[in-house]
């Protein structure tokens, strides 16, 4: 599903954000992004679905070297992916329906069937009496919920998200996490950045880590529990 080579991100002047990253991640996985802050999580994603260019390296996502794609080629790729941030980046003048159907009008589905989709997503995520709230009414957890309905509702084939649980209390962040699982158990492939050790313990799953730019331990390849 994902695979990157050589990969490295260098900002102006000279600061080397990701170096030398090899990494697979298989369709159908769930794996974390482990690393403090810095280490280049947040910059792993963004190449991840082009809103960064790598600067040496390819990255190949569901068979396609994504580092040639012109424009339209990106907007495709885009189409394909779920996104879900720490900021919900909701519109706020739009109801919880509304902002979740947009992102499926925007590819080209029926305002009907958009809104279809919507509905239903937003009542198996608990938000069934919620459609029609604006996000500044809604809870933080209950903003996260919409924002994980808006990156679904289109099915991607991989869904990216970075420090979802980041501006979420404890037991929110718990419920988001388990969210995210589901997602998983439909076949969708997961790919999570965090800087939180302890979620890995707690769910079990594949983890990644990355310290100053570099892949310092995968969990996949080692015996018992990779260090930062």
Known sequence: MVQLFRVAKIYPPNYPALKDIYLQIDKGEFVFVNGPSGAGKTTLLRLLFRAEDASEGQ?????????????????????????VFQEFKLLPTMTALENVALAAQVVGVSRQESKRKAFHLL????LKDKHDARPPTLSGGEQQRVAIARALVNEPMLVLADEPTGNLDAETAEETMRLFLKIHERGTTVLLAT??????????????????????????????????
């Open 195 to 228: 800087h939180d050790t302890g979620v890995l313990k707690r769910f079990g799953c594949r983890a990644v880590f990355l310290q100053r730019g570099e892949l310092v331990g995968d969990s996949k390849q080692e015996s018992g529990e990779a260090r930062l």
């Open 123 to 126: 009542r198996e995520l608990g």
């Open 59 to 83: 990255i190949v996502v569901n068979g396609r070297n994504i580092t040639r794609l012109d424009g339209k080629g990106v907007a495709e790729l885009r189409r394909e992916l779920g996104l």
